[in-house]
């Protein structure tokens, strides 16, 4: 129908409140009375605290308090596992002892009248410690490695170990093969906005503003912690600004802003700082992978070994899907995963855009695109000829498999055709040019979700669930589901999100959030329509709530968004320095609700994937673990100019069996596929193969560049 909302690229509902300031984040949130918290973090990576003296620091002006594991409460911290946090292993018990486990782990928290005088006598608090010398190097000799307990359970899509065929065998009689290693950097999220939260009490009941991907987990994980049942918590976060994954988890910051406002008994701010959000908030971990790939002389994968290594803390194991997209991507009869950890002195890595598949197709990837180069083929051509409509994995059938037609449309747009497939073959004047290409694959993520909705005398509605939105644009691709669900225009539809008392949904995070919280809106608008159908019009409120969860389609299909990337680069045979010119990208999404927040999610990604090829880099100091370059003057991140042309390309797909829309995310696959490309395209420039991420002026140095 031609007035369905759902298809259209309508402008964001929220647009106006973001650039006029009416949208309030986390740190807006002031309330009366509020006071200032500061976080002081260890300075050692490893060790003890020997002694504090506050004495100096608490007769400061404005000072009201100063907490540290000698006059902390012992908080309950009852067990509290939701399914994005680490399954093995205990969160970090904030001020609960004299240990310390990585560098910046919060040691105390200074409360004040003021900011100024919060940061002034956290500047003055005496600290002094005993102190060892941690391992932070996954790649140092005595780097123990470990089989991730949560990755030895049957079932998973994450899986340490999984084996078809006899791929060592076929590896060693392959006419052709390639056996490589490749690194990809320890990265921050580092969104725009840092992360914050005010805590206020009223009694036994406390409210957080907080910024948060998942305000019901939030809830519950601060209920455990303070032994509170879960109604007696609050969490409110109406506008995220950007979050890459990095507020899934609930960190130590919100538990210390709760613990400092019950113990003044007023409000507390407390907003990290740039510096501390490289410390305790999550990183994608430093991670080490094998790819072996064995093909005939037609090009027909033979063999594929793929064995990698992440970083995690020494307290909890976080593990990450970097192996996986490889047991189903291409078809071959003998393939063999190894995933393994390295537990190090370092705080918890934490899911970061595209996790563990990020990782993992960069290495698969560029591997493919070194063999295309050794059989003499075509990239494109060596992945069509292993494409399958089959997970050869578990025997599933693809829901939908548009991968061909990925192909195809993004190399005629970028013009694929035209390249010359020797390296430092093509030039613009003096700069060498390099096309590359990659393919991108995300799973089809769907968790439970609940939504309500009214319909008002008047003849608008309101709609609420307790999602998220960090910048996909959910207030309007739900009011665009809403809107059709109920017959009535957008300009009538009310959205609201982002508290813990509206109806549960997953977290706002591995593209699930259109799948399984648009599927719920859906439910309850059709819900809502029945019901007032048969009910009095005059002058009544009709309230409908709805559940919807997965059915039992993963067991009869495997579910995933695929794409195409390609890059081209420019490569300056002086200086080495490489720019991204342009990025075109096509995917298979299933069914796409707004065009134009599509693109943005997909170029979005696009950027992020630049910053992982060619910037992003956390470097620890091996002396004590600290990030040596933790501000933004530092850890490089893509700016208007390092953005060249980036186009998104989409594939009509209709996909009946994923859920009750036919979406799938595509939060995660724009980042997932562009870095390989990128890397493939400097291949291509410069004839130098760089298998560790990123790729600075110094990676190409080794052997030169100049013509």
């Known amino acids: 129908m031609s007035d369905r909302s759902v298809g259209k690229p309508l402008p964001r509902v929220d647009g106006r409140a973001k650039v006029t300031g009416a949208a309030l984040y986390a740190a807006e949130f002031n309330q009366p009375n509020q006071v200032y918290a500061v976080i002081v973090g260890s300075s050692v990576g490893l060790g003890r605290i020997a002694a504090i003296d506050s004495a100096a620091a608490a007769r400061l002006p404005g000072v009201l308090a100063i907490l540290s594991h000698l006059n902390a409460p012992r908080l309950p911290y009852r067990e509290h596992h939701g399914f994005i946090d680490p399954a093995v292993g205990e969160r970090l018990h904030v001020l609960q002892d004299e240990r310390v486990r990585f560098f910046g782990q919060p040691v105390a928290v200074v409360v004040a009248e003021t900011l100024d005088q919060a940061e002034h006598a956290a500047a003055a608090l005496q600290i002094q410690y005993e102190g060892q010398l941690p391992g932070v190097r996954i790649d140092a000799p005595d780097a123990v490695k470990i089989v991730p ?160 290594t992440g970083e995690t803390s020494r307290y909890e194991q976080f593990i990450e899907a970097v192996t996986s997209a490889t047991t189903f991507l291409y078809s071959c009869p003998n393939v063999r995963t190894s995933y393994r950890l390295a537990p190090l002195d370092i705080s918890t890595p934490n899911h970061m855009r595209g996790p563990g598949e990020a990782s993992g197709i960069f290495a698969l990837e560029c591997g493919m695109d070194e063999l295309a180069v050794k059989l003499g083929m075509d990239p494109v051509e060596l992945r069509l000829r292993n494409d399958t409509a089959t997970n050869e994995h578990d025997g599933l059938p693809f829901s939908s498999r548009s991968l061909r037609a990925c192909y195809e449309l993004g190399s005629e747009r970028f013009g694929w055709k035209r390249r010359d497939p020797r390296p430092r073959s093509m030039r613009d004047g003096r700069l060498l040019i390099g096309w590359g290409m990659a393919t991108a694959t995300y799973p089809t993520n769907r968790g439970p979700a609940s939504a309500r909705v009214r319909l008002l005398p008047d003849g608008t509605a309101e709609v609420e669930t307790a999602a998220s939105d960090m910048g996909p644009g959910t207030y309007t691709s739900m009011t665009q589901v809403a809107a059709d669900a109920l017959g ?111 693109r943005s999610q997909c170029t979005g990604g696009m950027v992020g994937g630049i910053g992982m090829a060619l910037m992003e880099q956390t470097v620890l100091d091996r002396r004590d673990g600290r990030p040596v370059n933790a501000s933004m003057a530092d850890y490089l991140m893509p700016v208007n100019l390092d953005i060249g042309s980036l186009e998104a390309l989409f594939v009509e797909e209709n996909d009946p069996h994923v859920n009750p829309l036919g979406v799938k995310g595509l939060g995660e696959i724009a980042l997932v596929g562009t870095a390989p490309a990128i890397a493939n395209a400097v291949f291509h420039a410069t004839g130098q193969r760089v298998r560790e991420f990123p790729i600075r002026i110094e990676s190409l140095l080794s052997t030169g560049t100049a013509s």
Not at 520 to 527: E, G, K, M, S
Request: charged share 20%; with cysteine.
């Open 149 to 308: 307990e949560a990755a030895r359970r049957p079932g998973g899509r994450i899986q340490s170990d999984t084996r078809r065929g006899d791929p060592d065998a076929a590896l060693g009689q392959a006419a052709t093969r390639i056996d490589v290693t490749y690194g990809i950097a320890r990265q921050n999220h580092n969104p725009m906005e840092p992360h914050a939260t005010v805590a206020s009490w009223s009694g036994d009941r406390l409210t957080l503003w907080s910024k948060s991907q998942w305000v019901g987990n939030e809830r519950d994980e601060i209920a455990a912690v303070f032994g509170l049942p879960v109604e007696q918590v609050l969490v409110i976060c109406p506008f995220i600004g950007g979050g890459f994954g990095t507020t899934l988890r609930t960190w130590p910051h919100v538990t210390l802003a709760a613990l400092a406002a019950r113990h003044v008994k007023r409000p507390v701010k407390l907003v990290l700082t740039r510096r501390q959000m490289f410390y305790t908030t999550g990183h994608r971990p430093h991670t080490t992978q094998r790819i072996a790939l064995a093909a005939a002389p037609d090009g027909r994968l033979a063999s594929i070994i793929h064995e990698a």
């Open 488 to 598: 009535i225009t957008p300009e009538k539809i009310r959205f609201r999100l982002g508290r813990s008392d509206f109806p549960p949904t997953p977290p706002h995070g591995g593209s699930m959030t259109m799948a399984s919280v648009g599927s719920a809106v859906h439910a309850a608008c059709l819900a809502a329509r029945e019901k007032a159908a048969g009910a009095p019009r005059e002058g009544q409120t009709i309230v409908a709530e709805t559940s919807t969860a997965p059915g039992d389609e993963r067991q009869k299909f495997s579910m995933h968004a695929f794409g195409a990337v390609f890059a081209e680069v420019a490569v300056d045979p002086d200086l080495n320095t490489v720019r991204v010119r342009r990025v075109v990208g096509a995917y298979g999404a299933g069914r796409i609700v707004n065009p134009r927040l599509a």
